[in-house]
């Protein structure tokens, strides 16, 4: 298997180089030269834990990691660290099929491709024999950056920098960041939006000079973004794991295609599941759930990107983005892999903010289904779920049941649904408190985390539990334009 770039101009190299550098020489991301087919059964499939699940899919997409390296991999990743020991359990209520992708150290469904994540670089440096230190630059909306850390922190040979929007993050998910532990370890906040953070990253990223300056120091830079295929790859399998625990329970039938809703910023989940189908998953519709900051949703219904709009914050704020990096592979897919065309349309987005997808390309897009819900439609969403079910879900998953439902109503689709749960609950109290009243609403965010451990019964996750007092350790903000000496002074360079 080799990855070569969206760009068409980097080189053609192994999974291991891919996952090591994290974007291509030529500003494009990497993709696999083609997909891999699933050519077991899946009932053989069904009957696998979900770390043999994860060895059978990630095997075909980095077969230049040996089975013991990746199992090695796999179980340090999926381990006690997940409060679950299905890892990503499937439950119905309300009308779908929810995919819990939380319980992991973090709270949030990045946990699922971060836990694994620097086991695989740490396995491809040595495979490389890379001697340089890996410097993982991450821009993060709220959840990337924590479960980044968390999987990073203290690992050797590796130092971590995370760039977070000072204003943009919910406050769990701050003190979540800044009372990180470990050495290697660096946690700054940016004046600015999300998208200024990852155009901030990505920036430094194609900095040649800067590079080779840190080249020369022992470093080099690679991403836990959702740009590297090292993060892309693990969250393939969960698709995998719902379509064959569905069959195997037999919520479905041989053959039967399923529809998935996927809460979107970055389009990293739900391209996840768009390779899922490639390698022979039966998926019907993708439905593409985004808040206020709905530059997919018309995407999807005109062709037409548009990033010239007002950027809003919202009580899903992992998904307030405007520039979906992702997309860049999946317009490469429905373009039939016309590496001009990308280069086109990205040349127009950076300078123009905008571009058109070209007529057959609209045509490819079909399969796609594209809303969004208000921050009122959200909570409302919670609220209906838990009224229903007696079941409490996040504010990002509730974007994707409150689409889910629409689309239900507007196209009569009743097929079996899964929606991917992106987030506990408990990470988001205050916007859950504000439809659920179980604490005051003067409270503060961690004695409404109380009140709903009390009212749902539900222990309070591991990775939360006492966080209020926990010390801080990161307080360092800066400007845009500041991130590239805040680089070199954590680095002393
Ligand atoms: C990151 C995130 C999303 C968006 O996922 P993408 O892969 O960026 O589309 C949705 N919900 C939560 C809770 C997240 O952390």
Redesign the pocket.
Known sequence: MLYKSTRGKGKVVKASEAIIKGIAEDGGLYIPDKFPKITRSFEELGNMSYQELALYIMKKYFDDFSDEELKDCIDRAYDEKFENSQIAPLVYKSGAYFLELYHGSTL???DMALSVLPHLLKTAAKKLGVEKEVVILTAT????GKAALEGFHDVDGTKIIVFYPEHGVSEIQRRQMITQEGENTFVVGIEGNFDDAQSGVKDIFADKEFNENLNEKGYMFSSAN?INIGRLVPQIVYYVYSYVSLLKNKKIKDGESINVVV????????LAAFYAKQMGVNIGKFICASNENKVLTDFINTGIYDRKRDFSVTNSP??DILISSNLERFLYEISDRNEELINIFMKQLKEEGKYEITKIMKENLKGLYGDFATEQETIEAVKKVYETSNYVIDT?TAVAYQVYERYKQNTGDESVTVIAS??SPFKFPKSINEVLNFADKNASEFEMIQSLSKEMKLEIPKGIRGLDKKEIRHSVNCEKYEMREVIKKFLRI
Not at 263 to 270: A, E
């Open positions: 949030a469904f990045k909306s709220g959840d990337t959702s809460p979107t910023g970055n389009f990293g989940n739900i992992s998904m990002h992106t987030a």
